[in-house]
Nanobody, 122 residues
Framework: QLQASGGGLVQTGGSLRLSCSAS????????MGWFRQAPGKDREFVSA????????ASAGFVEGRFTNSRDNAKNTVYLQMNRLRPEDTAVYYC?????????????????WGQGTQVTVSS
């Protein structure tokens, strides 16, 4: 199972680091994606990286503010989010798949965490 954590309340311009760890499953050879869902909106892609970190993708709104990384020894991936904006407020989900056809399509990921709330105040 995947478990996302690290969300919270932060002011505009602040930072948060989300973590996603796996129990009972190694994340080796999995592509890891981050998605988010704001109230009343569809789930949208944020960022993703494959196991080797060679193939990555980020949504346009990231604009260099978010960084994807992974610690294979800890079986954990991270999403460092800087210069947060109120419009970044959402529940953030991590997802995993051995070989998604598309990095930015939620339906291509087989495994999902429960989500962690990120709230950015203005």
């Amino acid at each position: 199972q995947l478990q996302a954590s690290g969300g919270g309340l932060v002011q505009t311009g602040g930072s948060l680091r989300l973590s996603c760890s796996a129990s009972g499953r190694t994340l080796n050879n999995y592509t890891m994606g981050w998605f988010r869902q704001a109230p009343g909106k569809d789930r949208e892609f944020v960022s993703a990286t494959n196991w080797y970190g060679v193939k990555t993708a980020s949504a346009g709104f990231v604009e260099g503010r978010f960084t994807n990384s992974r610690d294979n020894a800890k079986n954990t991936v991270y999403l460092q989010m800087n210069r947060l904006r109120p419009e970044d407020t959402a529940v953030y989900y991590c997802a995993a798949d051995r070989g998604p056809s598309s990095l930015n399509r939620a339906g291509d990921y087989a495994y999902w965490g429960q989500g962690t709330q990120v709230t950015v105040s203005s």
